[in-house]
């Protein structure tokens, strides 16, 4: 580990040695100093990653711990329509972790950050006795009364989303069975898409400039769940068909040998993949709302991803799932709830 939290900043300082226009003073003072640009509003937010809730030390690697931590957060910003600009970062690791561990945390960080043109500005550190807790607070940029809100929605917009869904949930289920490499065989997309989500920030902003969605949300916590926070915000419902609703698609049968004398699961099946979609989380998609005179504006893909028409808004205030059968039932939100599953 570091001999001092003096080292520990300068260690910091050059791991990232970009100049920013609009960075006056990074790390290395009491705060950072940064420009707005006129006419823009900030965006800001934050989300905690910790050892045994968000991430397992046993089967998460440090450098994907550090990617999912910072990707967390931009897809946050990437679900207002707006561009992240600076990253602060505070973390509390065990007495007993090393340098090494540290290392590869803000390699994997610090990666995504370039990508994104994210420069992290500062944030704070601490050893303790107990398991590890990653901070993370993005600051972006929008024009000014640019944000896309959850509680834009109305009656008769429809529903899209992007990508597919039930990817991560279905690469955690693999990583826990600890029988599947994330570099080989048919599970490799699940487990990367666990491991290395992707923000999708610049279908945000392309949302955002052309006017197109009246409300956005992320799937963080699962389909039913966003979908449900976004029609709370909105004061509506919405009806989905589990037609449109893309699922992982083709995945491992877990019916080889090893898989069978270990007592592993199958996730290949139908209901159970369907399943992964609606309530599975941490795909971070974008859940979008889109007036019915603009829907034809809605490419099929946009820079490669695919744009999935999956239902519309409704008055009723309830959500509705019309079956491959065509019979409706009730859509209760079943994603992830810190207060409920934790």
């Not at 008769?156 to 989303?161: A, K, L, S, T």
């Not at 065509?326 to 859509?331: A, F, N, P, Q």
Request: some cysteine; proline content about 6%; charged content about 20%.
């Amino acid at each position: 580990m570091f001999r001092s939290e003096t080292e520990f900043v300068q260690w910091l300082q050059r791991l990232d040695k970009r100049r920013l226009r609009a960075l006056s003073v990074g790390i290395g003072d009491d705060a950072a100093v940064a420009e707005v640009l006129r006419g823009h509003q900030l965006l800001l937010t934050t989300d905690l990653s910790i050892a045994g809730v968000h991430f397992f030390p046993s089967f998460h690697p440090p450098r994907t711990v550090g990617h999912r931590a910072l990707a967390r957060s931009l897809s946050d910003i990437a679900a207002m329509g707006g561009v992240p600009r600076f990253a602060l970062v505070s973390l509390v690791v065990s007495r007993s972790t090393t340098r090494a561990w540290v290392s590869a945390f803000f390699a994997g960080l610090t990666s995504l950050a370039r990508r994104f043109n994210v420069k992290v500005v500062g944030g704070d550190t601490a050893l303790v006795h107990g398991g590890s807790v990653v901070d993370v607070v993005v600051v972006g940029e929008i024009p000014r009364g640019g944000a896309v809100l959850r509680s834009g929605a109305r009656p008769g917009d429809w529903i899209f989303v992007s990508g597919r869904l039930g990817l991560s949930a279905l690469g955690l289920r693999l990583l826990k069975t600890r029988g599947v490499s994330p570099s080989r065989g048919p599970a490799s997309r699940a487990l990367r898409a666990h491991l290395y989500p992707e923000p999708r920030c610049a279908l945000g902003l392309f949302l955002s400039k052309n006017r197109l969605a009246s409300a956005l949300i992320d799937v963080s916590d699962g389909l039913s769940t966003d979908l449900s926070h976004l029609c709370e915000a909105s004061g509506v419902g919405a009806r989905l068909r589990a037609d449109r609703v893309p699922g992982p698609g083709p995945v491992p049968t877990g019916s080889d040998r090893r898989s069978r004398a270990a007592g592993r699961t199958s996730f290949e099946k139908p209901d159970d993949l369907f399943d992964l979609a609606l309530h599975g989380g941490e795909d971070y998609e974008l859940l979008f709302t889109v007036p019915e005179a603009k829907a034809s504006r809605i490419p099929r893909q946009y820079r490669g991803i695919p744009l999935h028409h999956i239902g519309k808004i409704t008055s009723s205030g309830k959500m509705v799932l019309i079956g491959r059968n065509g019979v409706e039932r009730t859509l209760k939100p079943g994603g992830y709830d810190h207060f409920r599953n934790g």
